[in-house]
Structure formats: structure tokens, C-alpha cells
T-cell receptor, first 114, second 114 residues
Framework: DGGITQSPKYLFRKEGQNVTLSCEQN?????MYWYRQDPGQGLRLIYY???????QKGDIAEGYSVSREKKESFPLTVTSAQKNPTAFYLC?????????????FGQGTRLTVV | AQKITQTQPGMFVQEKEAVTLDCTYD???????LFWYKQPSSGEMIFLIY??????QNATEGRYSLNFQKARKSANLVISASQLGDSAMYFC???????????FGTGTRLKVLA
């Protein structure tokens, strides 16, 4: 079955450490996205990518980095520069940039700084 | 710049009643799409309904309908005959032509009362 897989489901990080969240899709979608979800703040866009080896900053990119070396994969690294990384992270993909294409989501990764 | 605003942090509705969840948007693009998603407590994101900016009729999908008022830049979700399983977070989202950027509002938490 086609879909998006995020791993791990839960992740614990010590302060000062970098961690990488995995996102893989087999939907053959061009566009991929990372969102951060905090209570009361909805989904905020971190980074998005429309093609391999190209990505754009979203609204809250500081303290995060991404890569898009393969169409299927869009890992997110939460760096030590991110001051408050504890949140729920959602990865999504869309077939194209067209206005009528909905997003497909992974199950999310809950990151906790300990 | 694109923006989505959801002004209702929480809503209550009696079972079997209808409820309207508000969404207003801002964009300078002429061609854009508006989407609604449901997020149960499990965290998954479920696509509900889509409305294109050039669609003349309001979108409907089963018990969901979208009250699209272009001049007011609003795209409210109407859920008819509410069920207990409708209790969840609901997010409004927008995509525009010419960009892969895809943004969400802050969400509305709906609680259906028995």
C-alpha cells in the first residue's frame, strides 16, 4: 500500500544534541513538507521541497535542516540551535503544486527534550 | 503572503445537530485551493473536502459541505448531523498556484455532546 512512513514514533533527545526524523513516501509525489504542531498553534510549516535537491524554508525554519537526495525521502534534522524542539512533527506529501491536490500525512513523530 | 485564520479554538455541538467551523484566508493569488482536514486524538490527518477558487458551487462530501464566500475570503466547514466520532481537531489549509507552499490554520477543537 502506498503511503508515508515517519520514524520513529517517539523520540527523546538530550539538550544540545541533533536528531534526525525520517520521512519516506512511496506515492511518487513531487512535493514533501515538514510541519511542527504545538497545542493552540496549529501546523506550522518548517520546510518544503518540490523536487530532488531543492527545498525552501517555511515559516519557522530556524534551528532545523533538511535534505532531499531522493524523491522518496525528506529527513528533518532538529539541531541544537532549536531552542524549544519539544513538539509533534508531521511529514506530508502532495502529488504536485496544483491547487487541487490534497496532502497525505505520515503518522507523526513526537519529539521530547529531556 | 498567504495566511489562514481560524478564530474558534473550541466548539461544542449536540449530537445530530449541525455545526459550522470558520476559516478565513488571505492570498494575492487568483487561483488557489482550500482544504479541510480532521485530526482525531490519534494524531493522524484525514482529508475531508476541497474547494477551488474558481469553483462556482460549494463543495460537498457526504455530511461535510464547504460554505465558500469568495468576496469575504471565507471557507467555512459545515458538518451536518454531528456524530460522537466527529469529535476532533479540524484544520483549514490552502495551496495556491505557482507555489508549492501549503499552509494551515491554528485549528478548531470540536466536541460532540451526547
Amino acid at each position: 500500500d502506498g503511503g508515508i512512513t515517519q520514524s520513529p514514533k517517539y523520540l527523546f533527545r538530550k539538550e544540545g544534541q541533533n536528531v534526525t526524523l525520517s520521512c519516506e513516501q512511496n506515492l511518487n509525489h513531487d512535493a514533501m513538507y515538514w510541519y511542527r504542531q504545538d497545542p493552540g498553534q496549529g501546523l506550522r510549516l518548517i520546510y518544503y521541497s518540490q523536487i530532488v535537491n531543492d527545498f525552501q524554508k517555511g515559516d519557522i525554519a530556524e534551528g532545523y535542516s533538511v535534505s532531499r537526495e531522493k524523491k522518496e525521502s525528506f529527513p528533518l534534522t532538529v539541531t541544537s540551535a532549536q531552542k524549544n524542539p519539544t513538539a509533534f512533527y508531521l511529514c506530508a506529501s502532495r502529488y504536485a503544486a496544483g491547487v487541487n491536490t490534497e496532502a497525505f500525512f505520515g503518522q507523526g513523530t513526537r519529539l521530547t527534550v529531556v | 503572503a498567504q495566511k489562514i485564520t481560524q478564530t474558534q479554538p473550541g466548539m461544542f455541538v449536540q449530537e445530530k445537530e449541525a455545526v459550522t467551523l470558520d476559516c478565513t484566508y488571505d492570498t494575492s493569488d487568483q487561483s488557489y485551493g482550500l482544504f479541510w482536514y480532521k485530526q482525531p486524538s490519534s494524531g493522524e490527518m484525514i482529508f475531508l473536502i476541497y474547494q477551488g477558487s474558481y469553483d462556482e458551487q460549494n463543495a460537498t462530501e457526504g455530511r461535510y459541505s464547504l460554505n465558500f464566500q469568495k468576496a469575504r475570503k471565507s471557507a467555512n466547514l459545515v458538518i451536518s448531523a454531528s456524530q460522537l466520532g466527529d469529535s476532533a481537531m479540524y484544520f483549514c489549509a490552502m495551496g495556491a498556484s505557482g507555489t508549492y507552499k501549503y499552509i494551515f490554520g491554528t485549528g478548531t477543537r470540536l466536541k460532540v455532546l451526547a
